[in-house]
């Protein structure tokens, strides 16, 4: 199917434990983003990237890692997760050359960490 | 840098009432100016843009008008429904930034409840 996917749809975790979520998008998109919601902060950039293998850090970056080694594909890791790391995690894609258009968001993945 | 300041909410109507939700916008540059909206459980979708000052984005009754001189983009509807119950989020983009600096910038978002 055509689209921004992301798995799992909920994750439960022990703290400490390794997690990795899943972000897939069809379109070939240069730009892919991570954002965590939390109530009271809105949207907030954790990494993103401008292509494959270019990431970068957005605006809470600390305990996530992230690697773009293929277009489609933008997995977040968090090493090692804590109770503060229990969100609602969003993927989002983008093209440059149609950066009018906005991004293009997956469902998310509701991550809590026990 | 760029910020996105949208009233806060929770807002709560009754249908077919009129809505307002601000958003004030401090960009460098020329952005384009977004509204996402995110039912519950869901991603968030886009809902309207604006390119340029005076441009008015609309969709699904929804509108809102690029104001440059008062650096706002305000979303209206004439008369809610409780299918738009759901939580707003303005959102900017420089587009003269390039590069890896492209990303937009989002509000906090407003959830809007509207009653039967």
């Known amino acids: 199917d055509a689209g921004i996917t992301q798995s799992p749809r909920y994750k439960i975790t022990e703290t400490g434990r390794q997690v990795t979520l899943m972000c897939h998008q069809t379109?070939?998109?240069?730009?892919m983003f991570w954002y965590r919601q939390d109530l009271g902060h809105g949207l907030r950039l954790i990494y993103y990237?401008?292509?494959?293998?270019?990431?970068d850090k957005g605006e809470v970056p600390d305990g996530y890692v992230v690697s773009r080694s293929k277009t489609e594909n933008f997995p977040l890791t968090l090493e090692s997760a804590t109770r503060s790391q229990t969100s609602v995690y969003f993927c989002?894609?983008?093209?440059?050359?149609?950066?009018?258009?906005?991004?293009?968001f997956g469902s998310g993945t509701r991550l809590t960490v026990v | 840098g760029n910020s996105v300041t949208q009233m806060e909410g929770p807002v709560t109507l009754s249908e077919e009432a009129f809505l307002t939700i601000n958003c004030t916008y401090t960009?460098?540059?020329?952005?384009?100016l977004f509204w996402y909206v995110q039912y519950p459980g869901e991603g968030l979708q886009l809902l309207l843009k604006?390119?340029?000052?005076?441009d008015k984005g609309s969709n699904k009754g929804f509108e809102a008008t690029y104001r440059k001189e008062t650096t706002s983009f305000h979303l209206e509807k004439g008369s809610v429904q409780v299918s738009d119950s759901a939580v707003y989020f303005c959102?900017?983009?420089?587009?003269?930034?390039?590069?890896?600096?492209?990303?937009?910038?989002f509000g906090k978002g407003t959830l809007l409840t509207v009653n039967p």
């Open positions: 989002a894609s983008s093209e440059w050359s149609d950066r009018e258009a906005g991004y293009t």
């Open positions: 379109w070939s998109h240069s730009y």
């Open positions: 990237s401008a292509a494959a293998d270019i990431t």
């Open positions: 960009a460098t540059g020329y952005p384009s």
């Open positions: 604006a390119t340029k000052a005076d």
């Open positions: 959102a900017l983009s420089d587009l003269n930034s390039g590069g890896s600096n492209y990303k937009l910038t």
